[in-house]
């Protein structure tokens, strides 16, 4: 990867379509035959909850080749309250391209910019394989629980950074997903036939049947 082939910009409406291919491309197959990213970001881009400012495209000469966005959300406190954070995603890199480096600095771009943005902290679900090297450790080390599983599931997969340093210090909560995040089966295969036909396949490694 050659940095200097490579500009990182915000979202822009001409985009969405072209965006939402490059997602449904980078997510298929991966995680569940099929995939609902391209559902999600064409919902979540309208939802009050969704940081324009965090909305970014990567390009290689004038190709779109990457994508990453951001959602406000909260940790309910114990004991009342709660406590302003971001979730992020998705993010997705072209497949041919993955693997040198790109999403690394994409996310790494994101989050000096959120972070400038004065977030505290940033919540998601995701391979600490990939995002341990950005800084990310479990949330559950920060005594943030994930929407209601119960307190002793695994959920290594739950993922938290501070933007500002100790911003979770002394917190313990649950932290709640934005709605978006949640797509009905039946919207996803309806929105799925404005793209070309792609074959779904159940493969091994994928998450959800
Ligand atoms: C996940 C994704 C955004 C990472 O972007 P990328 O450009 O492929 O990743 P990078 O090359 O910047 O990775 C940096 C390091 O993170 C780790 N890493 C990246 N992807 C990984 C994966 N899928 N599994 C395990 N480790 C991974 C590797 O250690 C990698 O370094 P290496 O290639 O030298 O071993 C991209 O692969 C992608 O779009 N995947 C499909 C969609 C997806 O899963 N999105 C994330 C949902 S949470």
């Given at each position: ?43 979540l881009r309208?939802d009050p909850a969704f940081v324009g400012e965090l909305d ?13 966005m951001f959602m406000r959300t909260r940790i ?6 709660e406590v302003p954070v971001l979730t992020m995603g ?24 959120a972070?400038?943005m004065g977030f505290g902290a940033v919540l998601f ?38 933007l ?11 932290y709640r997903t934005p709605k978006g995040y ?28």
């Open positions: 990867m050659n940095k200097n082939d490579i500009i990182i910009r915000e979202e822009k409406k001409d985009d969405y379509r072209q965006v939402e291919n490059l997602v449904r491309e980078s997510f298929w197959n991966v995680y569940r035959p099929g995939c609902l990213e391209h559902y999600v970001i064409h919902v309208d970014f495209v990567m390009e290689r000469d004038g190709v779109i080749i990457g994508q990453n309910d406190r114990d004991g009342g309250g998705p993010i997705c890199v072209t497949p041919a391209l993955q693997r040198k480096g790109y999403g690394k600095f994409l996310l790494d771009y994101s989050l000096e910019k972070a400038g679900e995701g391979n600490i394989d990939f995002y341990g090297k950005s800084g990310f450790g479990c949330a559950r080390d920060f005594g943030i629980r994930y929407n209601d599983m119960p307190r002793d599931a695994d959920t290594s997969f739950f993922l938290c950074k501070e500002i340093p100790g911003y979770l210090s002394g917190v313990t909560g649950v949640y797509a009905e089966d039946s919207d996803v295969r309806e929105f799925d036939k404005g793209f070309p036909p792609k074959e779904k396949l159940k493969l091994p490694g994928q998450l959800f049947g």
